[in-house]
């Protein structure tokens, strides 16, 4: 898709609102082009495999080169030796679920005004956000078309951020309480093919389906767009949806064992997985969020966000805190905790292809922390910590289509990796401790 607007003009609209808009800060730590080597930590590769112990990685450019045991790894002379003693290295997290364009305002209605004045720009720290939190790679699924502007300028050096796949605006037959400029109400199968085609042709590169699409009206989006060669992501929760979204053939169900319902029959569970249907629950969002913050409510004074956001605007969010429980996202979070009890550990526990992702930027859902929230929870919920990375980090890839290129650590292999301090197979929450990101060869943090 062309550019729509010149390079400047993000960072016109940020130094005019006051944001602290990441253009060329942070800077990369290194450059393209050159040899790095990471040396002396422990390796999780991605695979379901045991660990390699004081390891070294070999980068070449944007691509692995060696790895193994640093004993047996040859390291090119002149190479860029960077210690990982004591620390973990892993693979870059893949999150199949972000919304760049909210950025964790505790109440929708009131952030969509603010929004709307500086859509790219928020949207530009959101991104900024997920690349320091260690996400390398991530699909955003519902926001404004000037997203694609985003996604472009991440991957032209312009902002960092992780390589982006969009949705732009979801398609439903619902949706009134949501702003027009990110969603396409249809109402007819016919209207959601259009739809559809009208968003390949502006240049996204999934399409999602929000809820009250009829088992048509998803069948209608899936063969146009497979028609063209993009997937099609749901926003489910009730079993007759997933029941249509199945037959109608969508690839990826998402926000499924969240605990939006009660917790689903077991022919359900057998019959996505048998398919081997990609299921993306986003449990952490509010199952697990909200309690912490109950348990913590300091947790919502993030430093990140004080950093990049100005002092009236970091107030905006603080005020939208207060008594966070009566905020219209949470009023069903109690009952949502209790569905999780069996509904989070179903497609786990049914051998379910699990993915990882996050809904981050929802209400309290920091983009700085919801990817370790979120492989918690999957470990909370009955996943080894090992089965959880995997499945965060070279099933996420594998779903997008990118496992050739993405998800784990071995020769030949774009070289996304992150480095935490301590065990993740330990204290899985040590992947909130980000010490170093490496997105295509460029070291970030």
């Known amino acids: 898709m062309q550019k729509t607007r010149p390079p400047g003009a993000l960072v016109a609209g940020a130094l005019i ?48 080169v060696a790895v193994g045991p640093a004993t047996e790894v040859e390291i090119p002379a002149g190479a860029e030796i960077i210690s990982t003693e004591g620390m973990t290295m892993l693979p870059g997290l893949v999150d199949l679920h972000v919304h760049l364009m909210i950025l964790g305002h505790g109440e929708y209605s009131e952030w969509w005004p603010i929004l709307d004045k500086a859509r790219e720009e928020m949207m530009a720290i959101s991104a900024k956000q997920l690349l320091m939190a260690g996400v390398t ?12 502007n985003v996604r472009d300028d991440i991957n032209e050096g312009w902002l960092p951020g992780p390589r982006m796949l969009v949705s732009g605006p979801w398609i439903t037959r619902a949706g009134r309480q949501w702003p027009d400029w990110f969603q396409r109400r249809i109402a007819s199968p016919e209207e959601a093919a259009e739809q559809t085609n009208d968003l390949i042709d502006a240049g996204v590169d999934v399409i999602k389906i929000w809820a009250g699409m009829t088992e048509d009206d998803m069948r209608a989006v899936v063969e146009a767009a497979h028609r063209r060669g993009v997937e099609v992501h749901t926003h ?19 926000h499924a064992g969240s605990g939006g319902n009660p917790p689903y029959g077991d022919d359900l569970i057998a019959e996505v997985a048998h ?3 990609p299921v993306v629950q986003t449990i952490a969002h509010r199952i697990w969020v909200y309690p912490a913050t109950l348990e913590f409510p300091e947790r919502l004074q993030d430093h990140r966000l004080k950093q990049d956001l100005p002092p009236e605007l970091y107030g905006e969010f603080q005020r939208s805190f207060e008594d966070f429980h009566r905020n219209s996202y949470f009023r069903t979070t109690p009952r949502q905790i209790r569905n999780s009890e069996i509904a989070a550990r179903q497609f786990i526990e049914g051998g379910a292809v699990i993915a990882m992702g996050t809904d981050s930027g929802s209400p309290m859902n920091f983009h700085t922390e919801a990817a ?7 470990v909370d919920s009955g996943m080894t910590p090992l089965a959880a990375i995997s499945a965060s ?3 996420g890839a594998e779903v997008i289509g990118r496992g050739r290129d993405l998800g784990t650590i ?26 170093m990101v490496v997105k295509d060869g460029v070291r970030y943090k």
């Open 236 to 254: 489910l929760y009730a079993p007759e949806d997933m029941w249509a979204a199945i037959r109608a053939g969508t690839d990826v169900i998402q």
């Open 372 to 378: 370790w929230r979120e492989i918690s929870a999957l």
């Open 17 to 64: 609102l006051g944001l602290a808009l990441p253009g060329a800060s942070p800077h990369p730590a290194s450059a393209q082009g050159g040899t790095m080597a990471l040396v002396g930590g422990m390796l999780l590769d991605g695979y379901e495999t045991p660990p390699i112990h004081h390891a070294a990685v070999v980068i070449e450019g944007n691509r692995i």
């Open 393 to 395: 980090t070279k099933t």
């Open 275 to 277: 398919r081997g249907i």
């Open 137 to 148: 790679t991530a699909v955003d699924l519902g926001a404004p078309l000037e997203i694609l």
């Open 410 to 435: 071995e020769p030949g292999k774009l070289a996304d990796i992150i480095v935490v301090e301590g065990n993740p197979l330990f204290d899985i929450n040590v992947l909130g401790y980000v010490r």
